[in-house]
């Protein structure tokens, strides 16, 4: 049986604790998918635009050294962020299964257990949906898309090292988003 692995994260901008994640799903699985959540927000937390993530996302993992296919898609919220239910779950299930024609997976993570584990009832988890958690301490020094973002609105020197070489390239405009979603409340 073909083994999939799927990545869920925002990519706000992608980091290179994103892309420990993506590499570790490609050394395990035939095929990797990246949901790129939040497809349809645009606020503070949320200031990169789907089809700039997307573009970020995708020169990202052409750089990686894998034989493994990579596919991205975009996900849009069920409701909001915070959404943590069963329905949040049964949506993300679906949209996955659909997208990867496939009803078994293994998501990688790195924002804890107890979050995921609140998504899918115990039946999905059991018989369908495998867990693979890294703890976001563990990634590049618990770099976190937040502070990245902090990273190139302060012109930072050592974002280099904690990013792909395509969000360095592309700071400015990553900041000019930055700034644009302060402005809009």
């Avoid at 329905?87 to 997208?99: C, H, M, P, Q």
Wanted: proline share 4%; aromatic share 8%.
């Amino acid at each position: 049986m073909e083994k999939i692995g799927v990545i869920l994260a925002r990519l706000q901008p992608i980091h290179n604790g994103h892309m420990a994640l993506i590499e570790k799903a490609c050394q395990e699985n035939h095929k990797v998918f990246v949901f790129i959540g939040s497809a349809d927000k645009f606020n503070v937390r949320n200031p990169l635009p789907i089809s700039l993530r997307i573009q970020l996302a995708t020169e990202a993992v052409s750089n990686l050294a894998t034989e493994t296919p990579i596919k991205i898609v975009p996900l849009d919220d069920l409701t909001d962020e915070s959404d943590n239910s069963h329905d949040w779950g049964f949506y993300l299930y679906s949209k996955i299964v659909t997208e990867i024609q496939c009803s078994n997976f293994t998501i990688y993570y790195s924002d804890g257990f107890e979050i995921i584990t609140t998504w899918f009832p115990s039946f999905i988890l059991r018989n369908n949906v495998s867990l693979c958690l890294l703890a976001r301490n563990a990634t590049v020094d618990g770099i976190s898309a937040t502070k990245v973002r902090k990273m190139i609105e302060e012109d930072d020197d050592n974002l280099n090292d904690y990013v792909p070489s395509c969000v360095y390239t592309n700071r400015e405009t990553i900041k000019k988003h930055i700034k644009l979603s302060k402005l809009i409340k």
